[in-house]
């Protein structure tokens, strides 16, 4: 069965030193979306 609609993936880091790209490393998305926790 073929998925005509777009693959979307959603990453939530909560620190600068996190690396995002690894959260969906090996997953074929069409948009991502990023979430970075600013501040304390």
Do not use: A
């Not at 777009?6 to 030193?17: A, F, I, K, T």
Request: no cysteine.
């Amino acid at each position: 069965m073929k998925n005509n609609g777009q693959q979307v993936g959603y990453v939530r880091v909560s620190s600068l030193l996190q690396n995002e790209s690894r959260q969906l490393e090996g997953i074929d998305l069409d948009i991502v979306f990023t979430d970075i926790k600013q501040g304390p």
